[in-house]
């Protein structure tokens, strides 16, 4: 079983995905994270470099790979992952997908920290980041919600939300 975390920017996929790895014993995968690997770079420097687009197509054939392994693990994907190409479908074909769903409000005060490591938020006047987040996500909702599961995860610790997931999961 691959299990899939999906949701905006700063809900805490790749910290849960952590957490639920040390909990579960399942390898934990980072797709950004693989990305940068194999291009031997950041991904600031792809979208600098070669343009949003020519990341997605990376995007998706990492993705790809990655989902037709047969070991089981958890995937943390990239927050615009699911909106690109027919990768929500590719998604939930091969995993169990889980949308980790927090708030505008959750997310612009836990992005506002990070803009520079962001390249997508990083231009973006904090006191516009607000109206760009809830814009985004009402653009990438169609995709999120087609999770075979749905976590609220406002006021729960990163803790709280693993011992959520894991109670929806098959036994392995």
Same mark, same amino acid.
């Given at each position: 079983?691959?299990?899939?975390?999906?949701?905006?920017?700063?809900?805490?996929?790749?910290?849960?995905?952590? @957490?639920?790895?040390?909990?579960?014993?399942?390898?934990?995968?980072?797709?950004?994270?693989?990305?940068?690997?194999?291009?031997?770079?950041? @991904?600031?420097?792809?979208?600098?470099?070669?343009?949003?687009?020519?990341?997605?197509?990376?995007?998706?054939?990492?993705?790809?790979?990655?989902?037709?392994?047969?070991e089981n693990f958890i995937l943390s994907l990239g927050?615009?992952?699911?909106?690109?190409?027919?990768?929500?479908?590719? @998604?939930?074909?091969?995993?169990?997908?889980?949308?980790?769903?927090?708030?505008?409000?959750?997310?612009?005060?836990?992005?506002?920290?990070?803009?520079?490591?962001?390249?997508?938020?990083?231009?973006?006047?904090?006191?516009?980041?607000?109206?760009?987040?809830?814009?985004?996500?009402?653009?990438?909702?169609?995709?999120?919600?087609?999770?075979?599961?749905k976590i609220a995860t406002d006021g729960k610790t990163?803790?709280?939300?693993?011992?959520?997931?894991?109670?929806?999961?098959p036994p392995h």
């Amino acid at each position: 079983m691959i299990l899939s975390l999906l949701g905006y920017m700063g809900c805490g996929k790749s910290h849960i995905a952590k @957490i639920l790895s040390q909990k579960t014993n399942l390898k934990c995968v980072d797709l950004d994270k693989e990305i940068i690997f194999q291009q031997n770079r950041p @991904i600031s420097e792809i979208f600098a470099q070669k343009g949003e687009l020519y990341f997605r197509k990376i995007e998706r054939k990492t993705l790809e790979n990655l989902l037709n392994q047969e070991e089981n693990f958890i995937l943390s994907l990239g927050g615009g992952t699911p909106a690109y190409y027919d990768n929500m479908a590719l @998604i939930t074909r091969h995993s169990v997908s889980v949308y980790l769903q927090a708030s505008v409000p959750t997310l612009v005060s836990r992005l506002e920290k990070q803009k520079a490591k962001r390249p997508l938020i990083a231009q973006i006047p904090t006191e516009d980041l607000p109206e760009f987040i809830a814009k985004h996500l009402f653009e990438r909702a169609p995709y999120y919600n087609q999770a075979l599961y749905k976590i609220a995860t406002d006021g729960k610790t990163p803790e709280t939300v693993a011992e959520e997931i894991i109670r929806l999961l098959p036994p392995h």
